[in-house]
């Protein structure tokens, strides 16, 4: 470590430091954003606000109805309007309890990322307490650099660590590494204050050395890293973004449903519609049929009836109901996730796969978990956001689930070897062949094998050679697997090679068309395959490492071919690492060297083909080079190559890099020797002072390498082993999901930031659709630059080896072997058997055979290649990987592990050639004037965090529900987590080094979570969910169980409607027929406090069906067709309107057969009152022309009793009609309503209450003496009839209605899943 740096910040300081500045912030932005403002109070109340539940309409009809219903108390007379006071005090005490309950409710919403943020704070401060972190528990220096975390090396407690973004702090000592973007503003650390230099945020450090381009090899200094203290806390800059954005969350579908049902329906339509035609009605009647017909008082038309009619459509009960239901199903959505991320599922994944319906997995919650999530969520203090984003709405209605990160959460966080290329000569009798060559003059046959691996779905490394004849090229492949080793799977090694990472990503900026591509990574298990123990290692002792690099040509002729067909591809910037290391054993000095293609090509001179060095001809250096480019197209490709050495090199040239010139080709003819090897014998061989160059042996030491010009001389002669490529594999879990999502109609979408080709065969492992027309890029075009020179003879050695590709791209080299055919089976280690015959002699003792012999191997002189068996070649059917297109775009880290910019010579346009658009900016018009295939893709590709807010943004306008997926390590995607309908933060797998390290450690329990976990906390704070990656498992469940409840909640409403509208639509009827108000006040309370709520909420105990995920999601429809309109009056008018108009009727009948009654005896109910007729349902008293009203002291009790019967009436038929709720979508002989154990149990309790309500109020009126009592059998026989019967025939009519909305809804479904499995690019009808 420095001494003239500061020692950094104690952990303990940082944590304070980092409460302090959320603290801050938080009083900052609460004073800023006071709630109790009149805009916010106007806002939370208007009726343009979706997601109120009480607008000042509603406000005003309820104070209306309090108005109303206490002047009716004021000036009646009858017996039972005394308790209309009663009924005003009850209806003012619900409306102020549904304003405050507003204010609340919208005060908790407004602050529920403020008291999240504030329960972090108090999680930080107790992770302060405890917290004793070491080095191993952060992750470590030299780490892999992934898009998907983001880490800074800090100094804390006196040592440099790699910190996690959300834990960095004001004040922090950071090292700035070449190449890097700045986390935060920050100051360089120095000692006198003229040199301190300021950074901005996102500002990349990019110490260029002033100097010219190399015209000769050259030494160069590498660029340093730096010192410097933050001075802001980055996290506070998300923080801002949290809470600003915290209450522009997209309405979800449900709160929409909602409010179109409950607002604008009842309420904005309903009510105004409902009180003109009871006004107007009654106005009639009043005035024109009173005495013909006969009416009621004036205060049952005028103020009784119309406040009983729209009483039901004011949202007196529904607000507090509607939130207690919402925290309900959250709290049962959170206990079924918690309560899966403890059970373990041990199930094939491959049996998974092919089972065609989502297996239902049984998950049950405790009582105490569920009481205690529902209370926390209802107060606002839940583990998930419940008001500002509701998981449980975008579970249950998502149709789009969208990815964010790749690396560690959609794929395995390391790459894995995928193919192995080396070049053999395909003859058993190398010698005589040998011998015959030379006295010819010919040359060999020179042959491509290629090796397939297959990665274990299992294990993050492991993997098995496909072809099951692979041992017979273990002698090809034995150099490889030594290679890896001890040059990149060496822990030795990481430090000088991360430095010189971040010296070529700066070095890169210089070049236009090239970009720094870091593909080294663990390969131990290739080395294990081949038969390597680890303890290799501790044979050769390390000497010191040497790292090269060349810019590219301005004048390249490729590169000018490159820019004219693939204007957004850059090459890899050519760069090579190497080691030294001394055989402990003998005491020889090797060098193996790794890097790309190009680089690796032009160093070497000649091919080890398994028992010979065979020079590289002009033919060889093409094949190499043109699988090198193709494969990086899609992989990581990384060439091997080895030389032994005569003398050691020196440990200083570590301290620099080679530097070599763009137009190498003359110095490399200069250093390298005349002709490759000759193999006439040991005399010849010690003549020309050749061993060194082609063969291993014995080597003098003599004084070490240490000179410009010996280093590139001894990287000019090497021996080419061979190639390499990995890639990233698709989790199965992942896989499996996917597919599962495809069968419910759930798009997966992949915001991809790599390019498109590399997207491409991403998204095929993934099992996503991407074909030629099933993806988009996202990136805008670059402007187009004027090619001059296109043709310029002038390049590296690159171009001359390479100058026939462009003619005869379309052609392969004949003996290939196959990439793209069928893999063979799989091998075990332990079935691999070394033949007896293979003898070769291995540098070092770690290369052990089946039976344990130990041996030591080089590539063989003439002597040991007399006792070297030969390799048969295996054969394949296919041809070499062939690409179709690439269109590449810069990672957003510094240093990308990406061959995106692969320098691939393909002069043909690899475009996206389906007519789609390109750029975010070219998205909405496609929309709006083509068609809405950008919205059917599962694949968007050069997406960075701005494009991918903007997509996610034009998916919700088009009526898409997002559910967003993002790894919790990444901050940008503050802004997408902020987007999307819900959000899912997922900690995502940590590279590695090499399988041998992990990441980091987890500290024990008594140490307080990891710095991963509390990152993790930060970063997910405004998540619906946050977890480990290897819990994303039960996400399929949680979708299930949440459409589950969705559909439950959408019967609820429904049903809530319908029972509200009927009891208006009997109002209505009966004063249009004349009759008397059907219902009072007191009895439309009742039913809407009681019977209908419970009736309402009993729908959500139906049993959770598997199948509801083969049902694609309904969305709602813009606008109201008439079909639909018509649609719905069918089915739902259908079902209710006839149960009302026989309960009008029933009504009807029984008032009249107690007017018959009163006429019969009417001399008993007063002395002087005698009526002596019944004139429609109102009783005409002797020597009156005007019937009277049934609000007279001696009528009101039998017309109390009517209604009561009439209420009754209503109760019992809307229990039977919720029987055809209970299932909405299968008849009742297909699954019975008796499966519903809540159902059964509130329909028995709402009918039981209801007869205890109705018994005890006429109970209570009976007790007067003066009023006429209509006995029992006075109602006549018909009227039970009808009442009794219908129940039977509404069962049946209804069903008949259900036969026909099933029917609907089948095709409605079968249409939609049509319109998402169809194939893009096919003529859709849709």
Request: charged share 20%; with cysteine.
């Amino acid at each position: 470590m420095v001494s003239d740096i500061p020692p950094g910040l104690a952990s303990t300081q940082a944590f304070n430091v980092l409460i302090e500045d959320i603290k801050k912030t938080l009083d900052e932005m609460e004073a800023c954003r006071p709630y109790f403002t009149k805009q916010k109070l106007l806002w939370e109340f208007s009726w343009h606000n979706f997601q109120t539940m009480l607008d000042f309409f509603g406000c005003i009809v309820i104070i209306l109805q309090i108005i109303l219903i206490f002047l009716a108390f004021e000036y009646a007379d009858a017996v039972w309007y005394e308790s209309l006071i009663a009924e005003v005090v009850f209806l003012l005490f619900l409306f102020i309890g549904n304003v405050t309950f507003k204010l609340w409710d919208s005060k908790i919403k407004h602050k529920e990322i403020i008291e999240r943020t504030k329960f972090i704070t108090k999680y930080l401060e107790d992770c302060s307490k405890i917290s004793k972190w070491d080095e191993k528990n952060y992750p470590n220096l030299c780490s892999p650099l992934s898009p998907s975390i983001v880490l800074q090396p800090t100094l804390r407690d006196g040592k440099l660590v790699n910190v996690p973004w959300a834990l960095l702090v004001r004040g922090d000592c950071v090292q700035l590494r070449p190449g890097q973007p700045i986390p935060a503003k920050c100051r360089s650390y120095q000692d006198n204050e003229e040199d301190v230099k300021n950074f901005e945020y996102n500002e990349v450090y990019s110490p260029f050395p002033d100097k010219n381009p190399a015209v000769d090899i050259r030494q160069c200094e590498p660029l340093q890293h730096i010192y410097c203290v933050l001075e802001e806390t980055p996290y506070i800059r998300n923080l801002k973004v949290f809470v600003q954005k915290s209450c522009k969350r997209p309405t979800s579908s449900v709160e929409k449903e909602r409010y179109l049902l409950f607002i604008m329906t009842m309420e904005h339509f309903g009510i105004p519609i409902a009180v003109a035609i009871l006004y107007a009605v009654n106005l009639v009647r009043y005035f024109y049929f009173s005495k013909s017909i006969g009416t009621c008082s004036w205060i049952d038309l005028f103020l009784m009836q119309p406040v009983a009619a729209t009483l039901p459509l004011t949202p007196i009960v529904f607000p507090i109901l509607w939130r207690l239901m919402n925290a309900a199903g959250l709290a049962w959505i959170l206990a079924l996730f918690y309560t899966a991320r403890k059970q373990q599922f041990t199930d094939d994944p491959f049996e998974a796969a092919a089972v065609s319906p989502h297996p239902h997995l049984t998950l049950f919650a405790k009582y105490e978990a569920l009481k205690k999530y529902c209370m926390r969520n209802f107060r606002g203090r839940g583990p998930s956001p419940f008001r500002t984003q509701n998981l449980l709405h975008t579970f249950g209605r998502v149709t789009a689930l969208c990815c964010l990160d790749k690396k560690g959460i959609l794929s395995w966080p390391n790459p894995t070897a995928e193919k192995i290329f080396f070049l053999t000569t395909g003859r058993h009798d190398r010698e005589n062949e040998r011998k015959k060559r030379h006295k010819q003059g010919t040359e060999y046959g020179t042959q491509v094998e290629v090796l397939d691996l297959t990665h274990d779905i299992t294990s993050p490394f492991r993997l098995q050679f496909d072809d099951q004849s692979w041992k017979n090229y273990v002698s090809n492949l034995k150099p490889l697997g030594l290679g890896i080793l001890l040059n990149t799977c060496n822990s030795e090694t990481q430090e000088h090679y991360s430095h010189f990472s971040s010296h070529i990503a700066c070095e890169s900026m210089k070049d236009k068309y090239s970009v720094p591509v870091i593909n080294r990574r663990c390969l131990c298990e290739v080395a294990f395959q081949i038969g390597f123990s680890r303890e290799v290692k501790a044979s050769y002792a390390m000497e010191s490492q040497i790292s090269a690099f060349r810019h590219l040509a301005q004048n390249n002729r490729e590169q000018n071919i490159q820019a004219s067909y693939l204007p957004k591809t850059k090459f890899p910037f050519p760069h090579v690492v190497a080691v030294s290391a001394k055989e402990n054993y003998r005491g020889d000095h090797h060098m193996f060297t790794q890097g790309t293609g190009e680089m690796v090509a032009d160093s070497c001179v000649d091919f080890w083909d398994g028992a010979d060095s065979i020079p590289l001809t002009h033919a060889d250096r093409k094949k190499i080079l043109d699988f090198y480019h193709r494969t990086s197209l899609t992989s990581y490709c990384t060439a091997f190559g080895y030389r032994p050495l005569d003398r050691p090199m020196s440990p200083k040239i570590s301290e620099w890099y080679l530097e070599i010139p763009t137009d190498c080709e003359a110095i490399y003819r200069k250093y390298r020797t005349n002709s490759p090897l000759s193999w006439d014998g040991p005399g010849k061989l010690a003549e020309e002072n050749q061993s060194n160059d082609s063969a291993f042996g014995n080597i003098v030491d003599i004084r070490p390498i240490e000179s410009v010009s010996d280093v590139f001389g001894a990287q000019s002669n090497q021996t080419f082993l061979g190639m390499v490529t990995m890639q990233y594999q698709a989790k199965i879990d992942m896989v499996q999901m996917v597919e599962q999502l495809d069968k419910a109609c759930i798009r997966f979408v992949h915001f991809s930031k790599e390019n498109e080709l590399r997207s491409r065969v991403f998204s095929e492992k993934m099992g996503l659709e991407s074909g030629w027309n099933c993806h988009i890029s996202l990136g805008e075009e670059p402007e187009e630059d004027t090619l001059q020179d296109l043709y310029c003879s002038n390049g590296s050695a690159l171009d001359r080896s390479t100058e026939n590709l462009t003619s005869n791209s379309g052609k392969m080299p004949r003996n290939i072997s196959n990439l793209s055919g069928s893999s063979g089976n799989n091998i075990e280690m332990s079935q691999v058997k070394f033949e007896d015959d293979i003898s070769v002699h291995c540098v070092g003792d770690g290369y052990t055979d089946d039976e344990g012999r130990g041996s030591k191997m080089s590539l063989c002189n003439k002597e040991d290649s007399r006792r070297c068996t030969s390799s048969s070649r295996a054969t394949s059917s296919s041809s070499l990987l062939a690409t179709s297109e690439t269109n590449l775009s810069r990672s957003q880290s510094h240093i990308t592990e990406s061959t995106d910019q692969s320098g691939a010579n393909v002069p043909f346009d690899m475009h996206n050639r389906a007519k789609l658009p390109k750029g975010i900016k070219n998205i909405r018009p496609h929309i709006e004037n083509v068609d809405n295939v950008p919205l059917l893709v599962s694949l968007f590709t050069d997406c960075t965090p701005d494009v991918t807010e903007e997509m996610i943004q034009i998916m919700q306008d088009y009526g898409e529900i997002v559910c967003v997926i993002g790894s919790s390590a990444n901050p940008q995607n503050a802004g997408a987590f902020m987007k999307g309908d819900a959000s899912l933060a997922v900690e995502p797998l940590y590279p590695q080094l090499c399988q041998a390290s992990p990441s980091f450690e987890i500290p024990h329990l008594q140490n307080g979570p990891s710095p991963v976990e509390v990152s993790r906390r930060l970063n997910s704070l405004p998540c619906s969910l946050s977890f480990h990656r290897d819990e994303l498992s039960s996400l399929l469940q949680l979708i299930l169980e949440s459409r589950h409840l969705i559909s439950c909640f959408q019967n609820v409403m429904q049903f809530w409607t319908c029972c509200c509208c009927s009891i208006t639509f009997m109002h209505i009827i009966s004063a249009l027929v004349m009759l008397p108000p059907i219902l009072s006040s007191g009895q439309g309370l009742w039913l809407c406090f009681v019977v209908v709520p419970l009736l309402s909420v009993s729908l959500m105990g139906l049993p959770t069906d598997p199948d509801i995920l083969k049902v694609p999601t309904e969305k709602l429809p813009k606008n109201l067709s008439k079909e639909l309109i018509g649609f719905i009056l069918w089915c739902y008018c259908g079902k209710f309107l006839p149960s009302m108009l026989i309960v009008v009727l029933l009504y009807a009948l029984c008032t009249m057969g107690f007017c018959w009654d009163i006429v019969l005896k009417s001399r008993t109910l007063a002395p002087n009152v005698t009526y002596e007729q019944c004139i429609y349902v109102y009783p005409l008293e002797k020597g009156n022309s005007v019937p009277d009203n049934w609000s007279q002291p001696e009528l009101e009790l039998a017309w109390f009793k009517a209604q009561h019967y009439a209420c009754f009436f209503f109760v019992l038929y809307i229990v039977v009609i919720s029987s055809s709720f209970v299932c909405r979508d299968k008849h009742f002989w297909q699954k019975s309503p008796l499966c519903n154990g809540l159902w059964i149990l509130m329909s028995t309790l709402v009918l039981l209450f209801h007869g205890i309500y109705m018994s005890l109020t006429l109970y209570d009126l009976e007790n007067e003496d003066t009023m006429y009592k209509p006995p029992f059998s006075v109602i006549p026989l018909s009227i039970w009839l009808i009442a009794f019967i219908w129940p039977l025939v509404l069962i049946a009519f209804n069903e008949a209605i259900k036969r026909n909305e099933v029917r609907s809804k089948f095709r409605l479904q079968k249409r939609a899943r049509l319109e998402f499995g169809t194939k893009l690019g096919m003529n859709s009808p849709f």
